[in-house]
């Protein structure tokens, strides 16, 4: 029995977060200048919003492999699409990253295969047809400046990229926490069998997960085209593990049924945090990936619900 | 037996969340003599095997082996000391022969230069499955190949050689049911040299068929509720007394809240004509009454389960009707079942019943969110309203609406079950074993609570632990057999069938 455990994961996370920022400005002050923080914060916002997506399939206690390509597959659509569609690029691109991971849930949840190995597939699939599309990475139109404004812009102070972000965390928090889809999803990965003995649509909520990973993933993968002007197939795969890292950092349990949008901003917000103040501080970029590993052990091993699964594989 | 004990057990207690498992047990094993272990479900014999066999620690209590204190840590540990246990259907490597399971982990005893010496094993094999009345099979047999008798042997075989080979004199042999899955013939067999064994053995002897444990044990002990409630020799012994220990001779009346008890009312809420399953059940009616409690009870195998997994959805019939009211229904999944107004407190309330890692306001909404919503959204004010009042009509004692449910002790876990279902306005509640697990105060409040029910007009479908609580709790039983209902027995308030009355019709 747990009978103690007060102390919640986001709990842990949040004070992980405050450790880690005090460490890096001891280091190097500079560390803490505007200038910076900005920049965490934009590198952050592409892992919350590609994270957000990636903790509901993870809450259902699943996984999802495809995100990186996902967002590959939006750049390029989306700078193939602003020159003919105008605005209406923004729109397709999002239905066909939700679309993309509405296909990973109908394979997980009716043909009855494990998401691993389901979106596995899914992202070879989708990282190919990237390819075809265009294997040379895409510069945006010139056209196309006025459109990507409105992610690279900024409303007085405000950049608009801090305004989606917050507003993908908005729609993803009050999903979880507000429709009964998003409260299925997490019965779903608490206890899937009472789940069903209790009536709750199962492949509903599975699928309802991988869809919102996947527009999570398109909302990333068009900021990141929109920042760097270009789409290209290589431009997600980072982010495959990165998301999973993110949503595990900020308190979600790997076996699902807990966490969540939260936990997933808090995480995102470590991950940039680390990412950034690795090379703030000088750590060797080849040896930056041993403080990340080092980390996700000791936040998976916080939050990880041991009395759940007695064998670990 | 006048010799000293082999094994002595002394004051062993364990205690799991919430139950006493075993209450200062205390248990004495001579040299070559057949102990039977008696007792109901639930009465602690599988929690004292585990506690021999090193799979549990006793949270009080001594083991001594000859007069000396040991501890067991695990099966390993515990046949170094001589102590064994012999599984239903073995517990051998099913592709490794005969000779390869019985010297399993032991094979450098057989090294000829440097390599395996396939001939001395089955020589020594053979001797070994003499012993145990085998003497005509090939040690080179592939072990899937045996049947659920000569696997037991070969069990009972390779004990006995292990703790040769550790030096033990005199081991002991946990039998637990063996001749559930013995033909008749075959329990004779095994009877027959279970006793020639006590020249060098002593046997632990578990089993629900009373007549074999008479027939067999020098001595038998009845557990009951974690206690034993007494110890018969040999010549002291009958079927009929020991049934009536395990069971408990008082049916204290006020346990069950009979005086509680309600008549149920003439409408019909559920009917079920019919109702049959492959190779489970058949030919299964039923007219539940509003307020009605019924209680349905067999043994394992008799389709009593099947039936209610069927009436809760998980489940499909191949034949019959059902009907809710006035219509009739199909259900092809606990969603159909729970859309007219059926549903299930299952046995396994952990992983069946709950989601142990969330809340208890989540819990006990879940059935019920669509009715606390404002617009789209879900109104954390309304959530919160509905757990509270759930927890309170229910007695759920919790320190807060956000305690995770792995928290609570199996009497409130079932609590929070129970709400859960009410909340949902259910017309029809299966109850299975609803009391498993749980301390007496619970217990007791779970019985108010279902007769508060039936008053109220919710038809009830149990399954209880013990005979005792099935037939103190309903308003009738049906009794189930080999998958049919072969007795309807009412149970009015006041003239109750006693448990020696309705076995007969059960076994």
Known sequence: MKGGVLVRPITISFALFVVIIGGFTAANPSFLSAYNAVTILNAAIILLAVGLGQAFVILTGGIDLSVGSVMSLVSVVFMLTLEPLGGWAYPLVLVIGAAAGVLNGLIVSKLRIPSFIATLGTQGILLSLTYLLSAEPLGAPDSAGGLLNLVTGSVGPVQSVWIIGLAAFAVFYYVQRFTQVGRSIVYIGANERMSYLSGLKIDRGRIMAFALSGLGAAVAGIILAATLYSGYPALGGVYVLNSIATVVVGGTAMTGGAGGALNTLVGALIMGTINNGLTVIGVDVYAQQVFLGVLIIIAVAVTFDRQKIAVIK | ?507
Not at chain 2, 37 to 43: C, F, K, P, Q
Not at chain 2, 387 to 415: D, F, H, I, M, Y
């Open chain 2, 1 to 507: 037996m006048e010799q000293a004990a082999v094994l002595e057990l002394n004051g062993i207690t364990k205690r799991f969340p919430g139950v006493t498992a075993l209450q200062d047990v205390h248990l004495s094993l001579g040299a070559g003599e057949i102990l039977g272990l008696v007792g109901e479900n639930g009465a602690g014999k599988s929690t004292l095997m585990k506690i021999l066999v090193g799979l549990q620690a006793p949270d009080e209590g001594e083991i001594r082996l000859k007069g000396e204190k040991v501890h067991l840590d695990g099966p390993g540990g515990a046949i170094r000391h001589g102590i064994g246990m012999v599984f239903q259907e073995g517990s051998m490597i099913p592709n490794l022969s005969v000779m390869e399971n019985l010297f399993l982990r032991h094979e450098e005893r057989f090294r000829r230069f440097g390599l395996l010496s396939a001939g001395a094993m089955a020589a020594e094999a053979h001797i070994e499955l003499k012993a145990v009345g085998l003497g005509t099979l090939n040690p080179r047999t592939r072990t899937g190949e045996l049947s659920a008798a000569e696997k037991q042997m070969v069990e009972i075989a390779r004990l006995l050689w292990l703790s040769r080979l550790y030096g033990v004199h005199n081991p002991i042999l946990i039998l637990d049911e063996p001749t559930t899955v013995l033909q008749e013939q075959e329990a004779r067999i095994l009877f027959e040299i279970l006793r020639r064994l006590r020249e060098k053995a002593s046997i632990i002897f578990i089993s629900h068929r009373l007549e074999e444990v008479v027939m067999l044990s020098d001595r038998i002990l009845v557990l009951r509720d974690g206690r034993r409630m007494a110890e018969l020799g040999h010549d002291e012994a009958q079927v009929r007394g020991i049934e009536k220990l395990m069971v408990g001779h008082e049916l204290a009346e006020e346990h069950f809240r009979e005086t509680l008890q309600t008549e149920p009312q003439e409408e019909v809420v559920l009917a079920v004509q019919g109702l049959a399953m492959e190779g489970k059940f058949r030919n299964f009616s039923l007219q539940l009454r509003k307020g009605e409690i019924v209680s349905l009870v067999g043994l394992l195998g008799s389709g009593k389960e099947e039936v209610c997994r069927v009436l809760g959805g998980s489940e499909q019939p191949s034949a019959g009707t059902i009907t809710v009211g006035r219509r009739g229904a199909r259900f092809s999944s606990p969603k159909d079942a729970i859309s007219v107004g059926i549903g299930c407190v299952p046995i396994d309330r952990r992983n069946d019943g709950l989601a142990t890692s969330l809340d208890v306001a989540e819990n006990i909404n879940l059935l019920v969110l669509r009715q606390l919503v404002s617009g789209i959204f879900l109104n954390p004010r309304l959530e919160r309203e509905n757990a509270a009042r759930w927890v309170r009509e229910c007695l759920v004692k919790t320190p807060s609406l956000q305690t995770a449910c792995a928290n609570l002790s199996g009497g409130n876990q079932q609590k929070v079950v129970i709400a859960k279902w009410l909340a949902a306005n259910v017309r029809v509640l299966v109850l299975d074993h609803p009391t498993r697990g749980i301390d007496v105060g619970a217990k007791d409040e779970i019985y108010r609570r279902i007769r508060e029910l039936a008053a109220a007009g919710v038809c009830l479908l149990i399954m209880c632990d013990t005979l005792e609580e099935d037939i103190g709790l309903c308003n009738r039983m049906l009794v189930m057999k080999d998958g049919e209902v072969v007795r309807d027995i009412p149970c009015p308030r006041g003239g109750k069938p006693t448990p020696l009355d309705v076995i007969g019709y059960i076994v």
